[in-house]
């Protein structure tokens, strides 16, 4: 795919969803965190519901401290992982509220050095709660860009490079949202809706043809 054509996909993106964002529901980078670290294997949707109750009770790593790992797995515990995901959570309230004075910092090596965190993650804070144009790279994005012909590539991290590399730079700070909002509605892995997708002309998906009269109900 050529330049031309991957700057006209995110412009014709961009058009249908000027400011896109997050569908996790938080208010600060520490609730952002902590809803990313719920979020893996788990729905955003899961995710919300329970964040919504836990919040009111504790959104700071000291809060949550107090809370401990099994107050925590009490609000949690219809998420998957949820055991584990509440350990790492108090682990890295420790080390925030020893070594970072209660803040999520913005390092890609403070953050993956917490439990919990990886690479995807970390690109998800940078980019969500302070505005770096990363790009992390879920089954969504990685679906969308290999099956478009927009960042081919065989694993995540060659995904992600390829796109840093290709995105151009007026759309790199909201690819993210944008990609994985067009794999999660649109660009769907077993029947995506090619007839309503307002990248179709330009995606170079050799069986696109076969999905566009498609009509799913709903």
């Known amino acids: 795919m050529n330049k031309a054509r991957r ?16 569908e996790l529901h938080y208010s600060s980078p520490f609730e952002l965190l902590v809803s990313v670290i719920l979020s893996a294997q788990a729905t955003d949707v899961s995710v919300n519901k329970a964040t919504k109750d836990l919040f009111k009770v504790a959104n ?37 509220a020893g070594t970072h004075a209660g803040r999520v910092p913005e390092s890609r090596e403070a953050l993956e050095k917490l439990p919990g965190v990886g690479r995807k993650t970390a690109n998800v804070i940078l980019n969500t709660a302070f505005g770096h144009p990363t790009i992390a790279v879920d089954t969504h994005i990685f679906r969308v860009s290999n ?42 892995a077993r029947k995506p809706k090619c007839g ?18 498609i009509d799913y109900p709903g």
Not at 65 to 88: C, D, F, M, W
Not at 196 to 213: M, N, Q, S
């Open 60 to 96: 700071t790593p000291e809060q949550l401290i107090g809370l401990g790992a099994q107050g925590l797995k009490r609000y949690i515990k219809s998420i998957g992982l949820y055991n584990t995901k509440a350990e790492n959570i108090i682990k890295t309230c420790h080390i925030l």
């Open 196 to 213: 309503e997708c307002v990248i179709y002309e330009l995606c170079e998906w050799k069986e696109k043809k076969l999905f566009r009269d």
């Open 147 to 188: 099956r478009t012909g927009l960042a081919p590539g065989k694993n995540v991290l060659e995904v992600e490079h390829k796109l840093l590399k290709f995105v151009p730079d007026e759309y790199r700070k909201d690819a993210h949202h944008w990609l994985i909002l067009h794999g999660r509605y649109t660009c769907m």
């Open 7 to 22: 700057t006209e996909i995110f412009s014709l993106l961009r058009q249908h969803n000027p400011a896109p964002t997050t």
